[in-house]
């Protein structure tokens, strides 16, 4: 039978498997051809898996997430070659179920970026418009998503490069409750705030992985018991409470097609009965992209130490142990590593330590109070996800500041270990807008039942307008 | 300027980078424009507000309350673990004299 990659679900490609009108090798090999069709432009995957491992739906892994025997190279030459020797969690949990991986998706390197442009290996297209980016990091895996070459995927989220590519492509993607995903055998960026999550083309697909990839693990001590995932079913939004934070909504570099597609979200939200009203937060929007750029390099230059030349990656011969070392990390690191190495090792350095990094996790305090605090009256805060909708290739390259502004929005959340649900809520300029659903911790099955809610009343398509 | 070339190659001593000049120019620019930037995070006073290392408040997860359970098991085999080594001599990560 033919398949339509651009659109089939998950859950519409466990159907045909359950009914035996189709096999997990022939699903697999239909969007290996997808690929070999579509994948000259859109450059979604740094390399396919040829051969299926598994009999049900087929999925795409960001490249920053080990797979064993498959390169990982988290799209940093100092990684290029790697072969991992174990699955990461996140991988073992998706082959254990049978997903056999199409292949790894591009990245920004070390998923330090907003629209994959800083990878190692050449960026990434969006299928709306291959003139734009499809946002990142974790642009690799949304843009397969939306341009048919992979049902579903998972991508890792620090600041945004779930939520912001999905909002830039169209998809829906989640964030999950920090603790909820392991994060065992995932290229490590900064620990108290990466967390791996889905990306589907609706909120039924994306509940489903998350449910299979979410839990506690032995191997990653930060893991917390999960409630049981339970797939929206629901088309009422009935007593369930939504506060829009003004300072979100109204943050200046919001475009105005980027508002209007989210005020009529809202609107939405209130004739399927829900209660909205306006709230506030006022200091996460004005010094969570402070905040972020201090600890997330703090951490950063923390973890990339590792790579060192020693045990694994790319080395730089040299005579003596420090120069090898030094040599290494400047070959194989490209500018943004780089530049987050060197903020972050000031920010923690002797001096600055106070000023920087020690006020920055007091901010973080500041951010994670006005949340919760926000929470004893809503169930829910929306938002544009991005201020913008996908920008063209080159347009920010040049200015690390003007690229950081991307995650303006998506930050506050993380900073303060929240989940997150992208649901595209219509065009701007031709281009998806996203919706931007924030929870308290643990609030994912909310999260779930509103997005479903909110996507039947939408009637976004998913399939972008030039590949229909 | 928020960050002199001095510091720069400092930090870059401490980050184990050979940064090459061009490097050197252009990261003390962008240093400059970006730690000016988060600087806004002094402008609060927070004397009183404890700091958050993380978002989650777990203690103890490694232990386990019955030292009994804590059960060994088997790690990666030698040859495995040096699958990726740039260097190698019987079971050490080969690397150049440190001086």
């Known amino acids: 039978m033919s398949i339509d990659t651009l659109r089939l679900t998950a859950e519409d490609a466990l159907g045909l498997l359950e009914r035996k009108e189709v096999s997990g090798a022939e699903l697999h090999r239909a969007y290996l051809k997808a690929v070999a069709e579509r994948d000259h432009e859109l450059h979604c ?38 072969v991992p020797v174990f699955d990461a969690t996140v991988a073992a949990r ?10 790894k998706t591009n990245t920004d390197e070390f998923a330090m970026g907003s629209s994959t442009e800083n990878s190692a290996y050449g960026p990434s297209h969006n299928p709306w418009n291959p003139e734009r980016v499809p946002g990142g990091s974790g642009g690799g895996t949304a843009a397969a998503v939306s341009g048919g070459l992979a049902p579903w995927g998972l991508g890792s989220d620090t600041g945004g490069s779930i939520k912001q590519p999905s909002a830039l492509c169209g998809n829906v993607g989640l964030r999950p409750t920090y603790g909820t995903v392991s994060r065992y055998g995932v290229v490590a960026f900064a620990s108290s705030l990466d967390q791996v999550g889905p990306v589907a083309k609706n909120v039924r697909d994306c509940a489903r992985l998350y449910s299979i990839i ?20 629901a088309e009422s939004l009935s007593g369930l409470r939504i506060g829009v934070p003004k300072e979100m909504n109204e943050a200046e570099g919001i475009e105005p097609g980027v508002t209007a597609a989210v005020q009529k979200a809202i609107e939405l939200a209130r004739e399927l009965g829900a209660d909205v009203a306006e709230c506030e937060l006022p200091r996460s929007v004005e010094y969570g992209l402070a905040c972020y750029y201090l600890i997330a390099p703090a951490e950063a230059s923390s973890n990339l130490a590792r790579y060192d030349g020693v045990r694994y990656g790319l080395r730089v011969d040299a005579d003596t142990y420090y120069e090898m070392v030094e040599r290494t990390r400047d070959a194989g690191f490209g500018d943004e590593p780089k530049r987050r190495i060197m903020l972050g090792t000031y920010a923690l350095s002797a001096g600055y330590y106070e000023a920087y990094y020690g006020q920055a996790q007091k901010v973080r305090t500041l951010i994670a109070r006005e949340h919760a605090a926000a929470f004893e009256t809503f169930d829910l805060l929306v938002s544009p996800t991005s201020p913008t909708v996908a920008f063209k290739l080159g347009e920010k390259a040049a200015d690390p500041l003007a690229m950081y502004l991307s995650d303006l929005l998506t930050i506050p959340s993380c900073m303060a270990g929240l989940p997150g649900l992208n649901v595209p809520c219509g065009l701007s300029e031709g281009l998806p807008v996203g919706l931007q659903l924030i929870g308290p911790q643990l609030s994912e099955n909310t999260l779930f039942r509103a997005g479903h809610a909110l996507e039947r009343a939408l009637e976004f398509d998913p399939v972008p307008e030039r590949l229909r | 300027m928020a960050i002199t070339r001095h510091e720069v190659l400092h930090v870059a001593k401490l980050a184990r980078l050979e940064l090459s000049e061009d490097e050197i120019e252009r990261l003390t620019g962008e240093l400059g424009a970006i730690l000016e930037a988060v600087s806004k995070v002094s402008e609060l006073d927070l004397s ?3 700091p958050t290392s993380h978002p989650l408040e777990l203690v103890n997860t490694l232990g386990s309350a019955d030292p009994g359970e804590d059960e060994p098991r088997p790690s990666l085999p030698l040859d495995v673990a040096f699958a990726n080594a740039p260097a190698r001599e019987g079971d050490l990560f080969k690397v150049p004299p440190t001086a």
């Not at chain 1, 740094?46 to 491992?53: I, K, M, N, S």
């Not at chain 1, 998706?94 to 292949?103: A, E, F, K, Q």
């Open chain 1, 45 to 82: 995957y740094l390399r396919t898996v040829e051969d299926a491992q598994g009999e049900s739906v087929p999925i795409a892994l960001k490249d920053v997430i080990s797979t064993k025997g498959v390169e990982t190279t988290a799209g940093s030459k100092i990684l290029a070659g790697y």
């Open chain 1, 94 to 103: 998706c082959r254990d179920v049978g997903l056999p991986v199409i292949g």
């Open chain 1, 214 to 233: 979410a839990g506690k693990d032995a191997a990653d001590p930060t893991t917390v018991d999960v409630p049981t995932v339970e797939l929206p079913q």
């Open chain 2, 48 to 50: 009183d507000v404890p």
